[in-house]
Nanobody, 123 residues
Framework: QAQLVESGGGLVQAGGSLRLSCAAS????????MGWFRQAPGKERELTAA???????YYSDSVKGRFTIFRDYAKNTVYLQLNSLKPEDTAVYYC?????????????????WGQGTQVTVSS
């Protein structure tokens, strides 16, 4: 059974950094684009960054220049480096996989989801 397992969340002060990991298992994810979404209480789930199978990337305006998405094909793992964190980055972060090489922003396009990891940024 296909699984995405996130790790790396935690509590950090504003201005700090975290690295989130998403390990894929149970099936090959070749040909899949990967995305990192986040959802804060009372808000909709939003895409922060995505990477295609051929390593094209997308970033939302709110994280551009601060977050970096990259993938290790050998380890079947996708990472999200979060720098210069702000309190408004506080949310549960979800890893997701979408079949195909397009960078799609809507969560409805993603076929597999992880369980989420909490990121809390204190001021």
């Amino acid at each position: 059974q296909a699984q995405l397992v996130e790790s790396g969340g935690g509590l950090v002060q504003a201005g700090g950094s975290l690295r989130l990991s998403c390990a894929a298992s149970g099936r090959p994810f070749s040909g899949y684009a990967m995305g990192w979404f986040r959802q804060a209480p009372g808000k909709e789930r939003e895409l922060t960054a995505a990477i295609s199978w051929t390593s094209f990337t997308y970033y939302s305006d709110s994280v551009k220049g601060r977050f970096t998405i990259f993938r290790d094909y050998a380890k079947n793992t996708v990472y999200l480096q979060l720098n210069s964190l702000k309190p408004e980055d506080t949310a549960v972060y979800y890893c997701a996989a979408a079949l195909g090489d397009a960078l799609l922003t809507g969560p409805e396009h993603y076929n597999y989801w992880g369980q989420g990891t909490q990121v809390t940024v204190s001021s």
